[in-house]
């Protein structure tokens, strides 16, 4: 019986143990409206118009840090993942700078996606943004009533 007990007790504190390893669900994407400016951390989702977009990364940030003067302004560059509703998945990126195309915006699924800012901006050379640290801000709006909206084969939008 001493055995038995042995084991059970060995079995519950394992199954605890484990317990404490298993990740929690991801959120539920928060909903956000066209035409407002959202902000989303690495990692983040967000319903806008039935579709789901995710900030899934920063790719790249050779912005000049303030601290430092730099011949170029450098740029940074965010990968973006949209489900839409009919299962189609689209990734794309939006930059920092109009180089020389309009990187700033793209269109996927009927809708201009607008990168407004980047945060946090770098401070010196040596520092490194944690993934974990950067929000973007961004605006989607309808195709058909967008400024200036972006057609797919020309480079200046």
Known sequence: MNRLAWLFFSYA?????L?????PP?????TASLNEPLILAVGDSTTIDGDVLTLTSIVEDSRCPSQVECA??????????????????NDFQLITIHSP?????????GHIFTLNTLEPYPETPDHKIPQRDYRATVTVAPLATAECPLHENDPDG
């Open 101 to 109: 195309a309009r990187t700033t915006q793209a269109v996927q699924a």
């Open 19 to 23: 317990a404490g390893c298993v990740s």
């Open 72 to 89: 170029w302004t450098g740029r940074a560059v965010l990968q973006f993942h949209l489900n839409t509703p009919d299962g189609q998945r």
């Open 26 to 30: 991801p959120a539920d994407p928060i």
């Open 13 to 17: 504190i394992g199954a605890i143990l």
